[in-house]
């Protein structure tokens, strides 16, 4: 069973960068459409950006300008550029599929915290 492990979480001043890290245990990022997701304390999980296959990005209005997904099909490893955060981005991000038929087992999810 393939497994997902999120990384690279922090503390940062508004306008400040992260760049997450999803590491897979097995080659999926060739097959799946993938994504990052988002819950913030009292709200559902949400989709920010997905990348599928072909490589084609797409992100939510909230985070587009600002985020940036790539993978590195070799490493197994996806990643999140995340740039000018605001406090709304504070939240526990998660990788896995984009698709509810293919879902992997969630991650323990890497916390993002904008604060000054």
């Given at each position: ?31 799946y ?46 990643y ?18 984009v ?18």
């Amino acid at each position: 069973q393939v497994h997902l492990v999120e990384s690279g979480g922090g503390l940062v001043q508004p306008g400040g960068a992260l760049r997450l890290s999803c590491a897979a245990s097995g080659s999926i990022f060739s097959i799946y459409a993938m994504g990052w997701y988002r819950q913030a304390p009292g709200k559902q999980r949400e989709l920010v950006a997905s990348i599928i296959s072909s490589g084609r990005t797409t992100f939510a209005d909230s985070v587009k300008g600002r985020f940036t997904i790539s993978r590195d099909n070799a490493k197994n490893t996806m990643y999140l550029e995340m740039n000018s955060l605001t406090p709304e981005d504070t939240a526990v991000y998660y990788c896995n599929t984009v698709f509810p038929s293919e879902r992997l087992p969630w991650g323990q999810g890497t916390q993002v915290t904008i604060s000054s």
